[in-house]
């Protein structure tokens, strides 16, 4: 293609556009409250500001007709009472929550939204809110020296988006993913703003194609689509948790997940037959190389028909997954949204005599060619089609599976748009919509279907979703893993703020495919990638036909014995992970952090790629290229401990740390602890020994922790089956006091108490809640 060539920047190319005219929303005429709402007529069109809590705002402009405020697919809050002392002067009016301050200007109607000591957090200069006559809804605003972005979901490149243009349009890309390369899978328009120190967020809730420009101007930066409302939320703040918290009350958290779920996956394009399967599966057992999951890619099926199996290669499904599942191993099948045309195939006929595909406005089905040939889509816009995709999941459910896999369901399509004809009419639950608004949340709504379906006939167990595409909430249904990187050091590198920007847009379990997807692994690659994976949320070695098998074992007994090593410690963390997981559910927090998510203040954590934290107080610093056995690691302020070699260093510097294949840099923050157990065995994976590692601090530094436990797998916890502790660490002089500050619910865990281990130069002299003594009893 001519695209491809050096013809893209013939000289004659012109470089002026089209002129962009905008439409302003004009003069304030009159305003009314309605309820919670309050209602702006200006000279071009309507706005709507709506308190969902004292520190959220949602704003609406709608140029054609009052603004509607009930259809979001994203958020699932309710507004709440919220009082609101309202200005009205000659010419401004102001709406103060106590915690925001919306601070309209008349002429022309101008909106800047202000947190509570009166500081402008999102202000409007010569242009505000507008629109085109195309459709196009914009919103420009101010751009402040110090602003630094991050969220926008799944991207590539760098952490801080200052300087970059962001695009929202689920898309399937197998190209390799380039710095350059947006939009991808994920379309969550969402970011936070830090500038010194503090931070709000917005969401523009908009799912038509959308558009972040983070980069044109120094003083202003603008998020438009192509079509609806401009209807966006406002967080308060004042700092990355808060935001965070703001942002996933309005679209939900992570629920908790297994604790299968959180540990190793292995997958391949594909696993092909049940001997292949079980002889992976044998693999693992006798390495002891710890497994909870392995993953079905398309090939288990019959000719890509979802919900069928190949009887040649998969003759007896149910048995293997009952004998996998002895070895204390889960399969996890994939299901793609294209049902393939095929009159003699139950799911199509259903499909077709119930009314549950896409179609046209005319009446027809809309067909796609993906991986079965000529398909149709169902139209998981509609409740009864979700209900009815969830139902047909009970195929897998009742052969002991409590995992699924959602692939190609941006949605993908073997064409030159790469999807779904955009004029496709949904159902969308009794309001017609067309695809081109609704193709962002085709996999969110898949999601939905999937999960919901699963949980019904999962009698009580957690169902496990991954999923390529989604929309902002994604989050409440499952973990997204990254898509077709590619087997290269820069994606390994790239990874890292790709998941930590997940993290902060509400998505706490994600991961890419470690070891990359497409291209030849290398031993050292593959290595030091799963040494990552061991920390990232989601930890599953994927990859495709066509190039070198990755297991771990695939490089020689050197390379596996580290590989080894390091899923193992994926498991003695597991205690950590699953507490910073379950804070996760309640909170929003994200499991794996940036950094200046702790050290808001410090400047030199705003852009830092190649570090990160789990939880508040471990920071990961991996070798990210090739042959390479020393870097700089920048230690924010306090003093770090490397948990290997209990060397210290000072904080609020960078030191030069060495390691060797065998070794990833790991940090502890000094003054705090985290918990870790042992690995036992494939087939039990529950911990015999249970150890609160305490790092020693300053005399009088406290530390507070919460230490979560349940069984792991089912929704006992809801009724109080679970272990929760909150602890306060005191570093006294000569040691330290563990105080059990909070303790509650009836989860009574096999370890039965929690050692404690003493981490430091000081005597050693531990307490517990005051007394002498080494273990916490529970
Ligand atoms: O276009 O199912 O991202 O993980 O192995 C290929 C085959 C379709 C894309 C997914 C990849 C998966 C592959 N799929």
């Known amino acids: 293609m001519l695209d491809d060539t050096s013809f893209a920047i013939h000289p004659g190319n012109s470089q002026a556009e089209k002129p962009v005219i905008y439409r302003d929303v004009g003069s304030l005429n009159s305003y009314e409250k309605d309820g919670s709402t309050y209602l702006f007529s200006c000279e071009n069109a309507e706005v709507a500001v709506r308190f969902f809590r004292a520190d959220i705002v949602r704003v609406v402009m709608n140029p054609e007709s009052t603004p509607a405020l009930d259809q979001s ?188 779920s959180l540990g190793y996956h292995q997958s391949r394009y594909s696993y092909e037959s049940e001997k292949e399967v079980r002889a992976l599966a044998q693999n693992f057992i006798d390495k002891d190389i710890p497994i909870d999951v392995i993953h079905l890619d398309i090939h288990y099926m019959d000719g890509y028909r979802v919900f069928t199996f190949d009887k040649d290669r998969f003759p007896n499904p149910k048995k293997l997954i009952a004998d996998l599942r002895d070895m204390g191993i889960r399969v996890v099948p994939i299901v793609d949204p294209g049902v393939k045309k095929d009159s003699e195939y139950a799911i199509y006929q259903e499909g077709v005599r119930d009314d549950l595909f896409c179609k046209y406005l005319e009446g027809d089905i809309y067909f796609g060619d993906v991986w079965p040939g000529t398909s149709a889509f169902p139209d998981f816009t509609e409740q009864k089609v979700r209900d009815w995709w969830g139902e047909k999941h009970a195929f897998y459910t009742e052969i002991g599976v409590e995992g699924i896999w959602n692939d190609m369901n941006e949605p993908a399509v073997f064409n030159e748009t790469k999807t779904m004809d955009t004029s496709v009419m949904h159902r969308n639950d009794g309001r017609p919509t067309t695809h081109r608004e609704l193709h962002n949340v085709y996999g969110l709504l898949m999601g939905e279907a999937t999960y919901e379906g699963m949980k019904k006939q999962l009698d009580g167990k957690r169902p496990f979703l991954l ?52 291209h030849d692994t290398n031993a050292e690659l593959l290595t030091r990638w799963t040494q990552v994976g061991a920390f990232t949320p989601f930890f599953r070695n994927h990859s495709a036909i066509g190039f070198r098998y990755q297991e771990p074992w695939q490089f020689g007994e050197k390379y596996e014995a580290i590989m080894r090593r390091y899923i193992q410690m994926r498991y003695e963390w597991m205690p950590q992970l699953y507490s910073l997981f379950y804070e996760a559910s309640v909170s929003g927090l994200p499991v794996m952090r940036p950094l200046f998510m702790e050290f808001p203040d410090d400047e030199k954590t705003y852009n830092l790629n190649d570090q990160f934290m789990i939880g508040d107080n471990v920071m990961i610093a991996p070798i990210l290229q090739p042959s390479v056995t020393d870097r700089a690691v920048y230690m924010p302020e306090g003093t770090w401990v490397d948990i290997m070699t209990e060397q210290e260093y000072a904080g609020g510097m960078s030191h030069l740390i060495h390691a060797e294949l065998e070794d990833l840099p790991i940090f502890v923050k000094k003054g705090t602890a985290f918990v870790m157990g042992d690995w036992t065995s494939n087939k039990d994976k529950t911990p015999k020994d249970v150890t609160l590692n305490v790092y020693h601090g300053e005399p009088g530094e406290t530390y507070r922790m919460t230490f979560y436990d349940d069984d792991g797998e089912t929704y006992a916890y809801e009724n109080g089956d679970y272990m929760k502790l909150e602890l306060k660490i005191v570093s006294e002089a000569k040691g330290v006091d563990v105080r059990v500050v909070g303790q509650s619910g009836n989860f009574k865990p096999a370890y039965g108490s929690i050692l404690v281990g003493f981490h430091g130069d000081s005597v050693d002299d531990v307490k517990v809640n005051g007394q002498q003594k080494r273990q916490i009893d529970l």
């Open 73 to 260: 697919r994203a958020v699932i809050a309710n507004a709440e009472d919220v009082a609101v002392r309202v200005i009205d002067e000659d010419i401004y009016l102001t709406l103060a929550t106590e915690r925001l301050e919306i601070h309209i200007t008349k002429t022309p109607f101008r909106i800047t939204i202000k947190d509570s000591s009166g500081q402008e957090l999102v202000g409007e200069g010569e242009r505000g809110m507008c629109y085109q006559a195309d459709g196009t809804v914009a919103a420009f605003k101010k751009m402040h020296g110090a602003d630094h972005f991050y969220g926008f979901g799944e991207k590539s490149g760098h952490l801080n988006k200052r300087g970059e243009a962001l695009e929202m349009w689920n898309t399937d890309v197998y190209a390799p993913h380039n710095p350059e390369t947006d939009p991808l899978y994920e379309s969550i328009p969402y970011f936070m703003t830090l500038r010194e120190g503090r931070a709000h967020g917005i969401f523009f809730d908009n799912t038509f194609r959308s558009f972040f420009d983070m980069k044109t101007s120094e003083d202003t930066y603008s998020f438009s689509a192509e079509g609806g409302q401009l209807d966006y939320y406002v967080m308060a703040g004042p700092d990355p948790k808060a935001v965070l918290q703001q942002y996933t009350h309005l679209t939900g958290r992570i629920p908790l997940p297994s604790k299968w």
């Open 467 to 518: 999923t390529r595409a989604g929309y902002g909430g994604v989050q409440r249904y499952g973990s997204v893993w990254t898509g077709d990187n590619r087997s290269f050091w820069e994606h390994l590198q790239m990874s890292l703020p790709m998941v930590m920007n997940l993290g902060l847009s509400g998505v706490a379990f994600t991961g890419p495919d470690v070891g990359g997807f497409a």
